[in-house]
């Protein structure tokens, strides 16, 4: 089998495409010509920022070695102002059923573009409803329980600190962000009343996801303010609070994927949120005939589609009592004991 990748650049409209057709892959039934071709549009950063869209596009992986699938994925240019116009390309190939836009930035535009095409279904990551309207019927919204992810982060920060000081790296500041801000504080401050948490945001707009040097900028100086963990929600720009937690010796907490390999020893956990798993789940219903549009799913902390990372790599920096502690926790908020608001969609 063949992956066609597609790398969208400045052309007609401000982009262009790859030219050339997948092969038709062969796949289980779900759809009418019982093929499946699912086309992905990445957000600022794109592909290799180790994290977000890197955790997207395994899902498309997985699902071509489950399926057979054949899929094409596209980078809007710059800050992204052309995603509306890579999704619409997208939709417009005839030889794709199934269109994917990863990231919140999306929502909007997603939800016009299925509108114009109810034949093709799609699936916004991150999705955010837009206040008083109703969703198309071929859309679906993936979310996770940041905040609550956030907090097991957050509690694993606050019973390591040395300094009893920590720091937040968002990248643009937004809703998602926000929250991914206020359950850490609020994990922290669980565990440890007073920890200072140190918050600081990148930018204001997606190209904030995009900017490793702000990130080593903003991380040094936490770090030179007696931050020892900072927690980075970053998407590529996190790469470099990766990089000053390297430089100066001391941890950072990443977010979407364990980025331990990145900088063996200076991460201390990753809150991950499993991207990929709900990628291949959604492909999965589309095959079985189950896909359910018009709504959104949250993928959570009681199955670990939300969770911390925990394992061989970084055992020995969090500790086995810390461990207990935060699965304990993570416990009692899957029971209710602990309140962690519920992401407004599952509201």
Wanted: one cysteine or more.
């Amino acid at each position: 089998m063949k992956h066609f990748f597609c790398l969208f650049l400045v052309c007609t409209f401000m982009l262009g495409a790859c030219t050339g057709k997948p092969e038709a892959g062969k796949t289980t039934d779900g759809e009418e010509d019982g093929k499946l071709t699912v086309g992905m549009v990445f957000d600022v950063g794109g592909r290799g920022d180790r994290s977000f869209n890197d955790a997207a596009y395994h899902g498309l992986e997985l699902a071509g070695e489950k399926h057979g699938i054949e899929f094409i994925h596209a980078e809007p240019s710059g800050e992204g102002a052309d995603r509306e116009a890579a999704l619409r390309q997208m939709a417009a190939d005839p030889d794709v059923n199934l269109v994917i836009g990863v990231g919140l930035l999306f929502s909007d535009d997603i939800a016009s573009i299925a509108e114009a095409f109810p034949e093709k279904k799609f699936v916004c990551i991150d999705y955010i409803p837009k206040a008083g309207a109703k969703m198309p019927e071929n859309l679906s919204g993936i979310v996770f329980e940041e905040k609550k992810g956030s907090f097991l982060a957050g509690a694993v920060a606050g019973l390591s600190t040395k300094t009893n000081i920590v720091g937040f790296i968002g990248g643009m500041e937004s809703s998602i962000i926000r929250r991914f801000e206020s359950g850490f504080t609020e994990g922290v401050k669980y565990v440890n009343p007073d920890a200072v948490v140190i918050p600081a945001y990148i930018g204001m707009t997606g190209s904030a996801f995009a900017n490793p040097s702000k990130g080593r900028e903003l991380a040094l100086g936490q770090y030179a303010k007696g931050a020892d963990i900072i927690y980075q929600a970053a998407g590529a720009s996190g790469l470099g609070v990766i990089e000053a937690a390297r430089e100066t010796g001391k941890l950072v907490i990443c977010t979407d994927r364990d980025q331990e390999p990145d900088a063996p020893g200076f991460v201390l956990t990753s809150m991950v949120k499993a991207i990929d798993r709900a990628v291949l789940k959604t492909i999965d219903d589309v095959l079985e005939g189950t896909f359910k549009g018009g709504s959104v799913t949250v993928f959570g902390i009681g199955d670990r589609y939300t969770d911390y990372v925990y394992n061989d790599r970084n055992a020995k920096l969090i500790g086995a009592a810390v461990h207990d502690r935060v699965e304990d926790i993570r416990k009692k908020i899957i029971s209710g004991e602990i309140a962690v608001q519920v992401h407004a969609a599952a509201q």
